[in-house]
């Protein structure tokens, strides 16, 4: 059986990590099999939904590594969502309620004070036609419930949380589809899924129970469900539920305002909750072959954001030339980027660096006489790695400073800082008329 995964974000909003992560993990998957990575888009709330979050959410996937293979938006497919009610409604499965919300709620709250699970009581199933008249001459139009097969139990093997096993009575009948028409979530994900040869449903365990409830749906359906992966949920760093500023941190700000690399994040979340080490990826694809569900812990993970800048300084740090030229300012060259890529958190930290090494920066100049002499020892053309030896070599020998007192001045004068490169690979990257220009206080 060829495997066809899917990804389903709602366009209401931005791209999280919680929605990232469920995305890595089908992406993965689906590349690790050979399978097919499916891009839903879940655009029934036509009211919340907007072209601009389906464009960015887009935006996000690509900028990740996340290629789709196929697409379909929900709000195309409403004759497959409507015939699937017909065939519920003709099959005794979905039935029309009458009750407002605050009925409903009233209901709820004397179950409560019975100390009994506010369940809905079926009340719908029993209404007589004249009663239905009766409401509809009041303006009420009826929401839609699916009848849940009771008493049952709905059982499968969790390819992350192992067995699960639901008790069907202790849920409500669900809504399906609301008083003016429109759909529930329920629903439209059963249909797609069943139309578009779902083999794994892979998300997060807040959707657990949903899954016992759908199970049921498939079946009404006629068809069986797919096989499902729930992924326990990510907290914060002490533990706590991931937090409204962390747990909606977007990737468009994690891509805009913290300007981190893509590779961090998915390096994060793609093992977050395993028991694989997070490591420093520079490829996503090298993450393809660890991937297996029997690594991800039952337990919630934890998530801190500041592992991702840890992150993102160490993939800076080994990537190569070509995979971040075309992001680089002008003038940086192979060279400049294989020494400056290590004294960088981000990216545009290089920016930094590459003033250093072509101006104008102020030196600064402490001794004057010690900086004088060292101009007039400073080696003349064919500069290279080793010009910076040389030249240290002659200053020592000439003035007897050592260490410290030898480098820094030096360092300081011809960079304007006390910290950064190997100053060995920095000064030909430099080049002898600037750093000359440099040691006698020009600013250059
Ligand atoms: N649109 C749903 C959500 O974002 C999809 C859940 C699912 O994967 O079935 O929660």
Request: with cysteine.
């Amino acid at each position: 059986m060829s495997v066809k995964v899917r990804f389903a974000p709602s366009p209401t909003g931005l791209l999280h990590v919680g929605n990232v992560r469920t995305a890595i993990s089908n992406w993965l998957y689906a590349r690790k099999m050979g399978g097919v990575f499916f891009l839903r888009i879940d655009d029934t709330d036509l009211e919340r939904s907007t072209k601009e979050y389906e464009e960015g959410l887009k935006e996000d996937l690509r900028w990740l590594g996340l290629n789709w293979d196929e697409t379909a938006k929900q709000s195309e497919r409403f004759a497959s969502y409507d015939a699937a009610v017909e065939k519920l409604k003709s099959d005794g499965r979905l039935y029309p309620c009458y009750e407002t919300s605050q009925e409903l709620d009233i209901k709820r709250k004397i179950q409560l004070g019975q100390g009994k699970p506010p369940l809905y009581d079926r009340a719908g199933l029993n209404i007589s036609d004249a009663e239905k008249t009766k409401y509809e001459a009041e303006g009420r139009t009826p929401h839609w419930r699916f009848k849940l097969n009771i008493p049952a139990r709905v059982e499968w093997e969790d390819h992350v949380k192992g067995h699960q096993s639901f008790d069907i009575a202790a849920l409500s009948d669900p809504i399906l589809v609301r008083g003016d028409g429109t759909y529930l979530y329920t629903l439209p994900s059963v249909v797609d899924d069943i139309e578009f040869g779902i083999t794994h449903v892979m998300r997060g365990e807040d959707h657990s129970a949903n899954s016992a409830v759908q199970t049921q749906i498939f079946e009404a359906l006629g068809a069986k469900a797919p096989d499902m992966a729930h992924f326990s949920l990510l907290t914060g760093a002490a533990g706590e539920g991931l937090s409204k500023r962390l747990g909606t941190a977007s990737i468009k700000s994690y891509r805009e305002k913290d300007g981190l690399e893509a590779l961090s994040i998915v390096s994060l979340l793609a093992r977050i909750g395993s028991s694989d080490p997070i490591e420093p990826f520079t490829s996503i694809e090298s993450l393809i072959d660890g991937f297996d569900f029997s690594k991800f812990s039952r337990a919630t993970a934890k998530f801190d954001p500041h592992d991702l800048e840890i992150l993102n300084a160490k993939i800076l740090h080994v990537t190569e030339y070509d995979a971040v030229k075309d992001r680089l300012p002008e003038g940086a060259t192979e060279k400049f980027w294989n020494v400056a890529r290590a004294n960088i958190k981000k990216l545009s930290d290089v920016d930094e660096w590459l003033t250093i090494v072509s101006g104008p920066i102020t030196p600064v100049i402490g001794n004057a006489d010690f900086i004088a002499k060292a101009g007039e020892l400073l080696p003349q053309g064919n500069w290279d790695e080793t010009t910076w030896k040389a030249w240290t070599t002659a200053v020592k020998e000439e003035t007897g400073a050592k260490g410290r007192e030898l480098f820094m001045p030096l360092r300081q004068a011809v960079t304007g800082l006390q910290h950064g490169p190997e100053m060995g690979s920095l000064l030909p990257l430099i080049g002898e008329t600037r750093v000359r220009a440099r040691l006698s206080g020009e600013k250059a």
